[in-house]
């Protein structure tokens, strides 16, 4: 049981190219959600879905797009890199009593 | 506009003296409200929820409505707490979204 899975861990990319985030969770719920992390501004909402086949904008949409491919996966998308992408990048899915958010591992990415 | 703030971000005590983070919230209704840890190069973890009225790790947490906030506290901090923490109010209105706060970098010196 591995819960919430992130590929890759790490990545750079050089300004301009694009690249897809992958997540995918094995605890059967709805809704799923992509979160940036940035030193002094915390974690902020990028998209989520709340079902398979529905995504709604965050706080910081921008220069992303997601795909819910099925109920287990949620990827995003950056079509033309900027250095002000340069964050970790975190899936999580709710989970357990009054579904609480589960974090991924985490992709730290950079953009030259 | 919703939001919540955390004033502090760094907290830097000595092991074994009280620690409290500051949380505040500005939002419509009646939030329910969690503290998040995230110890380093680990993921985001839940701490403790406002509505568990529980204690995790020695911390605590009491929702205070008249003030807005939901201060973490522990009254004997330990080198292993040294981590960031995060506020995350989550609207009842909205039920699926969850907002964090900027974090609290807590640093515990021995």
């Known amino acids: 049981n591995a819960g919430v899975t992130q590929t890759p861990k790490f990545q750079v990319l050089k300004t301009g190219q694009s690249m897809t985030l992958q997540c995918a969770q094995d605890m059967n719920h709805n809704s799923m959600y992509w979160y940036r992390q940035d030193p002094g501004m915390g974690l902020r909402l990028i998209y989520y879905?709340?079902?398979?086949?529905?995504?709604d904008k965050g706080e910081v949409p921008n220069g992303y797009n997601v795909s819910r491919l099925n109920k287990r996966e949620f990827s995003l998308r950056l079509e033309s890199a900027a250095p002000s992408q340069t964050s970790v990048y975190f899936c999580a899915t709710p989970r357990g009593l009054g579904d609480t958010q589960y974090f991924g591992p985490g992709t730290r990415l950079t953009v030259l | 506009a919703q939001r919540v703030t955390q004033p502090e971000k760094l907290l830097s005590v000595f092991k074994g003296a009280p620690v409290e983070l500051k949380c505040n919230y500005s939002y419509s209704g009646s939030p329910e409200l969690f503290w998040y840890v995230q110890y380093s190069r680990q993921r985001l973890q839940l701490l403790l929820r406002h509505i568990s009225r529980e204690s995790i790790k020695g911390f605590t947490a009491d929702l205070n409505k008249g003030e807005t906030s939901f201060h973490l506290k522990k009254p004997f901090a330990q080198e292993e707490d040294s981590a960031m923490y995060y506020c995350?109010?989550?609207?009842?209105?909205?039920?699926?979204?969850?907002?964090f706060g900027s974090g609290t970098k807590l640093n515990v010196k021995p």
């Open positions: 995350a109010p989550r609207p009842y209105v909205n039920f699926n979204k969850f907002y």
């Open positions: 879905s709340a079902s398979e086949g529905t995504t």
